[in-house]
Structure formats: structure tokens, C-alpha cells
């Protein structure tokens, strides 16, 4: 397990995000800053199994060459297409951005919640295929950086031994 990729989702990842100001634009794609705080908290149910899906979307013949990305520290390149998002993004849920972290927040405790008492288990992801609590991490950490870097946060990366 990569601790430090699962204390920046504990500590540092809301923290960040109360950072950027609600109006600012995003360097590309479509989500306002609160969409994509909605859209990463749908990520976490997904993660956590609130949110179930039974198919992956990947091709069968595609699904190896998306795991060893996942599992790289390759990043996800801007304006990534994700085959579960409409065009146009979906209407925001919470009454502002703020609301939108807090809502974050919660389901990212759900998550480190429901794998505390079930160490074992896997959720499935609809793209990656079914998911151990490693994983998830690696894939809800590369997912927030990509997040992050398209509304202008960078972070530094710390050297591995």
C-alpha cells in the first residue's frame, strides 16, 4: 500500500479543493469546479460499493492494457474520455462548491469506512474491472491529480525508494 497516496486522500485532497475558488475555469473540459467535486464524489461511491455497477464498459480484450495503467504512475491525459459521462455535464446536486467538498468528504469516510470492515473485498469499477482497496487507492489518487491539475493544482510528487 502506498501510504502516501492514501494520506493525501485522508488529509490533503479537501483541503486542496477548499482552496480553489468556486469560479474559477477549468485548463479543460467542460465541469465547473463543483461538477467535478460531484463527479469525483460519484467516483468514491463507485470505490466504496454504494454505487454498483455489474458490466465493465473496457472490452475484455482492452482490460489488461487498462489495469497495468492504473497500476503505473502514468497520469490520465487531459480531456480523458470517460464512457459513463454524458456530453454535457450533469446539473449540479448541492447548492454550492463548498457543499460539494463536504459531500466529498463524507463519501471518502465511507470509503475508508467500509474497507476498514471489509479488507478482503473488491468493488467493481465499470472500466478497471473489480478493484481491491490498493487499487482504488491508486485509482481515486491518479483520478483527483488529474482533477486537481485542470483546475490549476500541481502536486509534487515524493520520491519512492
Avoid at 461538477?35 to 463507485?46: G, K, L, P, T, Y
Avoid at 465493465?56 to 497520469?75: D, N, Y
Amino acid at each position: 500500500m502506498n501510504e502516501e497516496k492514501l494520506q493525501f486522500l485522508k488529509h490533503r485532497l479537501v483541503i486542496l479543493l477548499r482552496q480553489v475558488p468556486s469560479d474559477t475555469h477549468p485548463l479543460w473540459g467542460k465541469m465547473t469546479l463543483q461538477q467535478m467535486v460531484e463527479h469525483f464524489s460519484d467516483s468514491v461511491r463507485i470505490a466504496s460499493g454504494k454505487t454498483t455497477y455489474t458490466n465493465i464498459v473496457t472490452p475484455e480484450e482492452h482490460l489488461e492494457k487498462m489495469r497495468v495503467f492504473l497500476a503505473s504512475e502514468k497520469p490520465f491525459k487531459e480531456n480523458t474520455m470517460n464512457p459513463l459521462m454524458p456530453e454535457v455535464p450533469a446539473p449540479v446536486r448541492n447548492r454550492s462548491a463548498e457543499e460539494a467538498i463536504s459531500e466529498l468528504k463524507t463519501e471518502l469516510a465511507d470509503f475508508f469506512s467500509y474497507f476498514e470492515k471489509n479488507p478482503i473485498k473488491a468493488t467493481r469499477n465499470p472500466i478497471f474491472g473489480d478493484l481491491n482497496f490498493e487499487e482504488n487507492v491508486q485509482l481515486l489518487y491518479k483520478h483527483a491529480l488529474h482533477h486537481l491539475k485542470q483546475f490549476g493544482i500541481t502536486i509534487e510528487k515524493q520520491t519512492q525508494a
